[in-house]
């Protein structure tokens, strides 16, 4: 395990000579990492020969599908969830804690019909209202304007036309394609190009007086047939999938390749046309929910352990490295635990979160319901960026976290241990996944950060993010490191400390940092 020293950039002075302890106390874990413990060893052995990650991936990825908040699939996956606890002999409930858009994905076909057939490869975005018959129709660009008024003069040209709004992409390469193998001359030009365009598309934009969340609604407004974006992740192949913003017409993402080419054809003049029949289903306001598993405490049932992880998904790909591997990791660290350690001294209980991808919903209900669990949190483990193992923990600005976490991480076998960096007392998370709920009231919630595997570019809410992206090696890792750190924090005869390091000033405002502000859940949602 690695530690990065940062301490004295959150501290005061009178907590300076803490600093002094840390050397020390990752000397003596790693010293009593070499005493065997029974519970540690049965964690590795029972993942190592006995692991259940692979089939309940095929069943949740495969078989189920992606987890959007409202879909029938987030509904199936829940109740799939709560029977394999079931059978595992562990406690689960679904609590539900609000409603929302209800919707239900359906068959897509887009093809360019002229100048010549070509099936497109694209998406329709979630939420995109379905079509009773197939529309055929011409592309037609959104154009630069001098202000707002020549965009409500140009407005009434979209009507009965496909809309492009999204800028032409000079290339389909990621950079790091262009890093192998370009001259660094036209390295540096395309990047310059690719800046001068983004800067130019993001004017126009502007200039029409909305924005790329109101625009899609203003063309629909004046009649336009469906628009068309293109949301390219700078790899190979892949799109960002996200939320329609339409409520008539559909919107449908197109891949950077098909896109390019309507694009450079719209604009030479050659008024393609193209065909798009998007199915889909309006269900009304359907319950969201999060599924909570429990394996009671025996000494102190009051207090609690919990691991974390969100189940919802965005559906361009399956959700499986968001928050698919996640909500696996999760899963099976229960089912470990439940075997290996059935009767720990506090209560463990995991959270699997509904609409944290629209805004950490299902876990802001859950502090907001349960003040009585949140009081009594020993500690909480989120895991949330990817099929990675886990390499980072930071201690999210609670001050003495190096001292917990540090002595949980001691008894760690020494091939996962050592990967880890840590840092101490680090900055408290103020959002980007569930830990940020209970961090932003003063309980400790943690991030178990991984590994990248391009997670950014090619799996992050992206029509990439399928069974085929999951490293199963590191996902064994994190179901063991995450089974051991809750069996130590199970153990550990102290109650861990809320005591919040001194901020530091941020270098912007010249002012000190604050502690993130609670904020409270949408639990109804979808319908604006």
């Known amino acids: 395990m690695k530690t990065t020293n940062t301490l004295l950039h959150f501290l005061g002075a009178k907590n300076i000579t803490k ?6 106390l990752f000397a003596a874990g790693t010293a009593s990492a070499q005493t065997k413990d029974p519970v540690v060893d049965n964690i590795v052995k029972e993942e190592t020969e006995n692991s259940q990650l692979v089939p309940l991936a095929q069943q949740l990825f495969d078989g189920i599908g992606p987890r959007l908040v409202g879909t ?26 609000g409603d929302w858009r209800g919707w239900e994905r359906g068959v897509s076909h887009i093809d360019m019909v002229t100048p010549r057939v070509k099936s497109l490869e694209g998406t329709q975005l979630a939420w995109s209202p379905g079509m009773k018959k197939a529309v055929t129709a ?32 000079p290339t389909g390469r990621p950079d790091y394609n262009w890093t192998e193998f370009a001259t660094k001359e036209s390295f540096d030009k395309m990047k310059a190009d690719r800046t001068a365009q983004t ?18 609604s203003a063309l629909e407004k004046a009649g336009a047939a469906g628009v068309i974006t293109s949301n390219w992740s700078a790899g190979f192949g892949v799109d960002k999938i996200f939320g329609a913003y339409t409520k008539k017409t559909p919107t449908v993402d197109i891949a950077l390749e098909d896109y390019g080419m309507l694009y450079r054809l719209t604009e030479s003049g050659s008024k393609p046309t193209i065909k798009i029949q998007t199915e889909s289903k309006e269900l009304g306001a359907v319950p969201t929910f999060n599924i909570v598993g429990e394996i009671k405490g025996t000494e102190k049932p009051d207090e609690y352990v919990m691991l974390s992880a969100h189940f919802d998904s965005w559906d361009g790909g399956q959700g499986a490295t968001d928050n698919g591997t ?44 349960h003040p009585e669990i949140v009081a009594n949190l020993q500690v909480l483990f989120n895991q949330d960026n990817g099929t990675g193992r886990v390499v980072n923990i930071s201690g999210q600005g609670f001050l003495n976290s190096y001292d917990y976490i540090g002595r949980w991480l001691s008894k760690v076998p020494a091939n996962i241990r050592e990967q880890i960096t840590t840092n101490f007392p680090g900055a408290p998370g103020g959002g980007g996944s569930d830990f940020a709920s209970f961090v932003a009231v003063g309980a400790p919630g943690f991030s178990l950060s991984s590994n990248s595997w391009s997670y950014g570019n090619y799996t992050w809410h992206t029509n990439r993010d399928t069974y085929d992206k999951v490293v199963f090696d ?29 901020l530091g000033i941020n270098p912007r405002t010249g002012e000190q940092n604050k502690w993130p502000a609670q904020t409270k859940a949408n639990r109804h949602g979808g319908f604006e």
């Open 19 to 24: 600093l002094l302890v840390i050397p020390a």
């Open 72 to 97: 029938p699939q987030m509904e199936k996956a829940g109740q799939w969830a709560l029977e394999k606890y079931k059978g595992w002999g562990i406690t689960a409930r679904y609590e539900k804690w």
């Open 199 to 216: 800067d130019a598309w993001r004017k126009r934009i502007s200039n029409t007086g909305l924005t790329a969340r109101t625009l899609p």
């Open 138 to 169: 011409e592309t037609i660009i959104l154009p630069e304007f001098a202000d707002s008024i020549a965009f409500q003069k140009w407005l009434p040209a979209v009507k009965g036309k496909f809309v492009m709004i999204s800028m032409l992409q």
């Open 474 to 502: 590191d996902v064994k890792n994190n179901a063991m490191l995450t089974a051991i750190l809750v069996y130590m924090a199970c153990e550990d005869p102290a109650k861990t400390s809320r005591d919040k390091a001194v």
């Open 326 to 369: 996640g909500t696996l990791t999760m899963m099976e660290a229960m089912r470990i635990l439940k075997k290996v350690y059935p009767n720990p001294k506090r209560t463990i209980l995991v959270g699997h979160w509904g609409s944290e991808e629209q805004g950490l919903n299902g876990s802001r209900a859950f502090v907001e319901d």
